[in-house]
């Protein structure tokens, strides 16, 4: 047998300590299978003393991962300690500065610094791996990058945050309100103390701005990936989506279209005929469409030490064995420089809720905003009457551009029938929604 692929580990956490059992309960299966072993040879984490289940007994120590990346006899660093800069960043240009290779779950970090950090691990000759970074268990860096590699991919869409999947599906199932459901999902461990990077989308973005460079072969480009997450979802519009016949999911997408690369990621009104509509609980999915597949989706666990531990592991393996990819699908110096699509471009059909005061005239007035700001209606909906009180008026249009949506909002908000802020939700169509179902 070859020689043992060296591993050192900077992280002992959730990830950290999976990684550590994956690599234990399977050691005789993945040298089988990888024609060497993967053995631990060093870890770092804050706290020593704590009892973490792990037998530590013959790796060694280090209480300063930066230096572990400089002097461990290691070929692989895994990086698990997470967050865009400091020390996490430091780990990994210090271990590939030293020729090592670096393996890390850190989506934060690559939708921030991947660039740069592909170009030294590439200059260096060393591997930059990340398939846990993005949706878990699923592996779709490695479909999008080897198994898709025939196809031109035109678009990339999907589930991307298991914590506001999970918060949208309860929401639905049992008709509660966000922060009701919320607190559950904290409670549960599916959610952070602070949940904002999830449920504001900064984490679904950050994933998107991965796929979308591995997909396009395009620089990343996190910064122009528009951002809104699911606080200002309803349990009001959760049930008036499904009586149109929608579920609320809180996608991300990448498109190539004319204005450029369009990258968003916000709640969705996704119809019933589309296969992700039901991809429910803290399960992510991830749909690619290519020029000779179609349409493909890729569904499973996105988070949690199992299935984050299976992605490092495959990542290890592919080193083990020899793989040599570039970090997005082609060299960073032959990576794609597109342009964005302004978010006030994009086109398509909406979803609007209005708070009115049930008076007569009120809808004409809408009515006529509508047509001023060339936004054509499709459906309007009012459930209840209460002369004098303000009374929920929903509304679907046809495709509109995003300016002229949020125009046309902007005046209806002032009008003095409208008593609370116009909720929006932009509808995917049965064309963006490519995966359809027979459910
Ligand atoms: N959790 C998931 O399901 C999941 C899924 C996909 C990706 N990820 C990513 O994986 C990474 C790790 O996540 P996690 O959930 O495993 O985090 P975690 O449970 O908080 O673990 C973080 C680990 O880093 C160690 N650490 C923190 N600061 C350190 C320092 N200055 N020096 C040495 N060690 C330090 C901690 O040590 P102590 O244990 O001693 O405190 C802990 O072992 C993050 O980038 C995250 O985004 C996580």
């Keep these: 047998m070859?020689?043992?692929?060296?591993?050192a580990i900077a992280g002992l956490g959730t990830v950290g300590a999976g990684l550590f059992r994956a690599l234990q309960v399977h050691g005789d299966l993945l040298a089988e299978r990888c024609g060497r072993q993967l053995a631990i040879v060093a870890v770092s984490a804050r706290d020593r003393s704590r009892d973490r289940g792990l037998?530590?007994?013959?790796?060694s120590w280090f209480d300063d991962p930066v230096q572990m990346a400089a002097e461990a006899k290691a070929d692989v660093v895994v990086e698990l300690i997470g967050g865009a800069d400091g020390i996490a960043k430091q780990i990994c240009e210090t271990a590939i500065a030293h020729g090592r290779h670096v393996v890390t779950a850190n989506k934060a970090l690559l939708a921030h610094h991947g660039l740069p950090l592909?170009?030294?691990?590439?200059?260096?000759?060393?591997?930059?791996?990340?398939e846990a970074a993005v949706a878990g268990g699923i592996p779709i860096i490695k479909a999008l990058r080897e198994g898709l590699v025939g196809n031109r991919l035109q678009g990339v869409y999907?589930?991307?945050?298991?914590?506001?999947?999970f918060i949208l599906t309860e929401m639905r199932r049992s008709g509660?309100?966000?922060e009701d459901v919320l607190k559950e999902a904290q409670a549960f461990g599916y959610a952070e103390a602070d949940p904002s990077f999830d449920v504001d989308g900064v984490d679904a973005a950050h994933k998107l701005s991965i796929l979308a460079a591995v997909a396009f072969g395009c620089e990343l480009?996190?910064?122009s990936v528009y951002t809104e997450g699911i606080r200002h979802i309803s349990a009001l519009d959760i049930g008036y989506a499904e009586e149109l016949g929608y579920r609320i999911k809180l996608l991300g997408m990448a498109r190539l279209t004319d204005d450029g690369l369009e990258q968003r990621v916000h709640p969705c009104?996704?119809?019933l005929s589309a296969s992700i509509a039901y991809v429910e609980g803290v399960d992510n999915a991830i749909v690619a469409d290519g020029d000779f597949i179609e349409s493909a989706m890729f569904e499973g666990r996105g988070a949690g030490a199992g299935p984050t531990a299976s992605a490092i592991v495959a990542d290890l393996s592919d080193i083990a064995r020899g793989t040599r990819l570039p970090a997005f699908s082609v060299p960073a110096e032959k990576l794609a420089k597109i342009p964005s699509a302004p978010m006030n471009r994009h086109k398509g059909p909406y979803y609007v809720r209005l708070m009115l005061v049930d008076r007569p005239g009120v809808i004409a007035d809408v009515a006529a905003i509508l047509r001023d700001e060339n936004v054509s209606m499709e459906s309007m909906l009012q459930r209840r009457r209460a002369p004098g009180e303000p009374v929920p008026v929903v509304l679907t249009t046809h495709e509109t551009r995003e300016a002229e949506m949020r125009q046309a909002l902007e005046k209806i908000a002032s009008l003095d029938t409208v008593v609370v802020a116009p909720r929006m939700i932009r509808m995917i169509t049965l064309s963006d929604a490519s995966e359809q179902t027979n459910r």
């Design 158 to 165: 999907g589930i991307l945050n298991g914590t506001c999947n």
């Design 221 to 223: 480009n996190f910064k």
């Design 55 to 59: 037998n530590l007994k013959n790796v």
């Design 176 to 178: 509660r309100e966000f």
């Design 269 to 271: 009104m996704v119809p």
């Design 2 to 7: 070859n020689e043992p692929l060296k591993v």
């Design 118 to 130: 592909a170009r030294l691990a590439e200059a260096k000759g060393v591997v930059l791996a990340y």
